[in-house]
């Protein structure tokens, strides 16, 4: 089986890179090659030299026919511009996000007219796909049959691509699956230039004695999930058999994978103590806010459920589990929730 990874030299796409290189195998069938697509490749990347591993860098829509110059048969589609520069830069948005996941579906297509194998094409979405419109505001919880009215360029632009993925679904050019996932806490390194991205920071830099700026009223609710679970979710509905019943991927409707429903104070208090959660200072940034705020906080994940996948137990677990897989970034003398 040879899978391509979008993204791959992000820290979504490390991950994924990761779990798949310690199992070996997907839909029952053995990991012979991982390719890994990237605008930019950093210059200490051991999975670079990874025997599995081949690497093609640059422009995703440039490079698509080296990725797919010999047979795909699983494209987990991650490289995306993040919310923050996609309302601040409308065009890279759309070049980024649309423009390139439909030259990747095309070449997906292609590759199936020609008599290869019809690619499994699994796409990264985003909770940003709903929002709170005049006419169809959003009810207190939200499932896959909640109409998505975004309210962000980046949420726009993910639609989209979504509806796109069943289209090609539909008429058989590749069997297209979509995660939506929650925001990703708690990311290591530095901060992107994701609206939620303070989510990871407000306890990454307090964990590491640096202070942090949290740009929104810390009563806002919001959802989370962890990358160990992020990760889970997307291997689980990559490997679904399409079908109905427990197990199965029923439909072509995408899968909210499950989240945490936190506070931003209450997130802040369970870090490490006061003295920890004081780093973080509250400066509001009303462009931030009218993002994140837009997304829903409750979600019902039968859909999920069904695939056996769960949300984080609680928050402490998420904040234990990023203590424990980033010892490095923790503060001499801190401890965890």
């Known amino acids: 089986m040879r899978i391509v990874v979008t993204g791959g030299f992000g820290f979504l796409g490390q991950q994924v890179t990761d779990a798949l290189l310690a199992r070996r195998t997907l839909c029952g069938a053995p990991v012979d090659r991982?390719?890994?697509?990237?605008?930019?490749?950093?210059?200490?990347?051991?999975?670079?030299?990874?025997?599995?591993?081949?690497?093609?860098?640059?422009?995703?829509?440039?490079?698509?026919?080296?990725?797919?110059?010999?047979?795909?048969?699983?494209?987990?589609?991650l490289a995306s511009a993040v919310s923050a520069e996609c309302e601040s830069d409308f065009d890279l948005g759309m070049s980024a996000n649309l423009d390139t996941t439909r030259a990747l579906l095309d070449a997906a297509?292609?590759?199936?007219?020609?008599?290869?194998?019809?690619?499994?094409?699994?796409?990264?979405?985003?909770?940003?796909?709903?929002?709170?419109?005049?006419?169809?505001?959003?009810?207190?919880?939200?499932?896959?049959?909640?109409?998505?009215?975004?309210?962000?360029?980046?949420?726009?632009?993910?639609?989209?691509?979504?509806?796109?993925?069943?289209?090609?679904?539909?008429?058989?050019?590749?069997?297209g699956r979509v995660a939506r996932l929650m925001t990703v806490a708690v990311r290591p390194g530095e901060p992107n230039a994701a609206a939620s991205g303070f989510l990871s920071g407000i306890i990454r830099e307090p964990l590491s004695g640096l202070a942090a700026t949290c740009p929104v009223d810390p009563g806002l609710r919001v959802a989370l999930a962890s990358p160990r679970r992020t990760v889970e979710g997307i291997l689980r509905i990559t490997e679904a058999v399409r079908g109905s019943g427990p197990g199965a991927l029923e439909g072509g409707l995408p899968v909210n994978l499950p989240g945490l429903t936190v506070t931003v104070a209450g997130m802040l208090r369970r870090v490490a103590g006061d003295a920890v959660a004081d780093l973080v200072t509250v400066a509001p940034d009303p462009a931030v806010e009218a993002i994140v705020g837009s997304w829903p906080a409750s979600f019902d994940g039968a859909r999920a459920t069904a695939l056996g996948l769960r949300p984080d137990d609680s928050f402490e677990s998420v904040v234990k589990a990023y203590i424990e897989d980033h010892p490095e970034a923790i503060a001499t003398g801190t401890t965890g929730p």
Request: aromatic share 6%; hydrophobic share 40%; proline share 11%.
């Open 34 to 77: 991982l390719l890994l697509a990237d605008r930019r490749v950093p210059a200490a990347a051991p999975v670079a030299d990874h025997p599995l591993v081949d690497v093609v860098q640059g422009d995703l829509s440039e490079r698509l026919d080296d990725v797919f110059r010999q047979p795909v048969d699983v494209v987990i589609h």
């Open 109 to 175: 297509r292609a590759q199936s007219a020609a008599g290869g194998p019809t690619p499994r094409v699994v796409f990264s979405s985003s909770i940003a796909v709903y929002g709170s419109d005049p006419a169809a505001p959003l009810p207190p919880v939200v499932d896959e049959w909640t109409l998505p009215t975004p309210q962000s360029s980046y949420g726009m632009q993910k639609r989209v691509c979504e509806q796109l993925i069943a289209e090609y679904t539909r008429r058989g050019f590749v069997d």
